[in-house]
């Protein structure tokens, strides 16, 4: 039996689950509303509070969707709860970031200015110019546009500058070795 998937997921109070018969899962919270599709061979029981995902059989594939589909229903309902966030650090001289309005605004070290527009769901903080945050309730969106935020400038191993994740480690390089 997976770890994972044979976990109970508890609704917390405020937070609204809806399984319908094709397995499609929408859950309403304080943060808003999120739909997944969850693959129709999986059982979905919700019975009050909790919600259990059993798989039908023993096959590969069930036992593969067993454990990813109760973290997809789990990270929807923490996402409307209490949302995701992922900060990134700019690093370099002259780089920094800029909200305005709805868009941020990235420089770089670029001829020009990076723009990025705000999504539904997603929003920009930028505490000073050196942190980005991106705030979500869905965890795959916060993710991918952090991940698109940093590749406009991934850190580089021999001076550090670039755009990082908070918690990475940058792997530092030595520069030429002097006579």
């Avoid at 770890?3 to 018969?21: C, H, L, Y």
């Avoid at 929408?26 to 999120?34: D, E, N, Q």
């Avoid at 996402?79 to 002259?94: A, C, D, F, H, S």
């Avoid at 709805?102 to 020009?112: A, F, Q």
């Amino acid at each position: 039996m997976s770890r994972i998937g044979r976990m109970i997921i508890t609704v917390p109070a405020g937070v609204k689950v809806d399984v319908s018969e094709t397995n499609l899962v929408t859950v309403t919270g304080p943060k808003g509303t999120l739909s997944e599709q969850i693959n129709p061979a999986m059982i979905i029981e919700q019975d009050g509070a909790t919600i259990t995902v059993k798989r039908p059989s023993e096959i590969k594939e069930h036992k593969s969707l067993h454990g990813l589909s109760r973290t997809l229903i789990n990270n929807m309902i923490v996402g409307v709860t209490e949302g995701y966030k992922k900060q990134l650090e700019i690093n370099g001289v002259g780089y920094k970031a800029a909200k305005e309005g709805k868009k941020l605004v990235l420089g770089i070290g670029y001829s020009h200015n990076v723009v990025f527009e705000e999504p539904d769901g997603i929003t920009f903080e930028v505490p000073n110019p050196n942190t980005v945050i991106v705030n979500g309730a869905n965890k795959q969106q916060v993710g991918q546009l952090a991940s698109e935020i940093r590749g406009k400038r991934p850190p580089e191993p021999y001076l550090g500058k670039g755009i990082k994740y908070s918690d990475e480690k940058i792997r530092r390089k030595a520069g030429k070795a002097g006579k």
